[in-house]
């Protein structure tokens, strides 16, 4: 009997099973149901005639020959986007159409901005952008979701190329009648004892918020722990705890609502850097590295409260 072949979309969907080791988790950064991503991962094992992972309570098992395979199926994978790459090189410069992928904390305050100023000045540009969390950004990034992405560095990947674009202040928010809301800043002191709330984890800023809270005594509330910044910041509004929001976000939301106040943290720098990433070889790198000097033009224009790096 003549087994099926193996296909290279059935390898990334392995690849993204090892990544997220988590069958629906694997099968949304895939856009896929995941029913037919257990399936596809069956008839991957049917055209290899091999077991490939075993299912457990506490999530996904690759057997010793399933791991092999994997590292060899994201090598393949990150080649075949790299022949795509190469290709898309015939289209010089930031012409044409860029895959870029960000997360909701960051993308709706920063882009509008820089849209506008890329469609006033580079018409033929278009840029198709994906929301995702940031923990899935990278992966998707690898598998070719994505061309670029905006991401929190340093990127640790050496797959991954990235071009600094500025740095974020975080402030310390909390409800307009807090005691503490009519200070100009707040000194690293007074967060002991402190009730903060955070997002869940999955994004960067709630590994920088927990360890604030460990290092300065502060109490991080995890009953509560948020799924976006809007539902960070009506939790403070009603006075459930304070919590750390970014720049952009408070720029745009914090001064038009007036509910909750942010203010400077002294003692501690609290930022994050955002950077913009693509795969090493890739065909278009001179447009994205443009895209990236673009990208940092418009934030030393635009946007005072950032620090354009370079």
């Known amino acids: 009997m003549t087994r099926s072949q193996v296909t290279l979309k059935q390898l990334r969907y392995l690849v993204a099973l090892s990544d997220f080791e988590h069958f629906r988790k694997a099968a949304e950064s895939c856009d896929i149901s995941q029913p037919s991503f257990s399936v596809q991962l069956q008839n991957l094992e049917g055209a290899l005639g091999v077991r490939l ?18 590292a060899r199926a994201r ?5 075949v986007q790299s022949i795509k790459d190469y290709a898309a090189a015939a289209v010089q410069g930031m012409t044409g159409t860029i895959r870029l992928g960000v997360n909701a904390t960051l993308g709706p305050y920063l882009l509008p901005r820089v849209l506008a100023a890329l469609h ?3 018409p033929d540009t278009k840029l198709y952008i994906r929301e995702a969390k940031p923990t899935s950004l990278e992966t998707e990034l690898g598998t070719g979701i994505h061309d670029v992405i905006l991401a929190q560095s340093p990127i640790h990947n050496p797959d991954f190329e990235a071009a600094p674009l500025f740095t974020e202040p975080i402030f310390l928010a909390m409800s307009a009648d807090h005691p503490l809301a009519g200070r100009a800043f707040v000194s690293v002191a007074d967060l002991k004892g402190l009730p903060v709330l955070s997002l869940s984890p999955g994004y960067h800023l709630h590994d920088q918020v927990h360890a604030l809270c460990e290092s300065f005594g502060a109490q991080l509330i995890r009953d509560y722990e948020g799924t976006s910044l ?31 106040v942010t203010i400077p943290l002294k003692g501690r720098r609290i930022s994050r850097s955002i950077g913009l990433v693509w795969r090493k070889g890739a065909g278009r790198s001179s447009g994205y590295a443009d895209l990236a000097d673009f990208i940092r033009d418009v934030v030393q224009k635009e946007f005072r409260v950032l620090a354009a790096d370079q």
């Open 75 to 79: 090598r393949v994978v990150f080649d």
């Open 53 to 70: 992972v075993e299912r457990a309570r506490g999530g996904v098992i690759f057997t010793p020959l399933g791991r092999e395979i994997v």
């Open 120 to 122: 006033r000045e580079h």
């Open 230 to 260: 809007d539902a960070l910041r009506q939790m403070v509004a009603m006075d459930m705890g304070t919590t750390f929001l970014p720049a952009l976000y408070a720029q745009s939301e914090i001064s038009r609502l007036g509910d909750v």
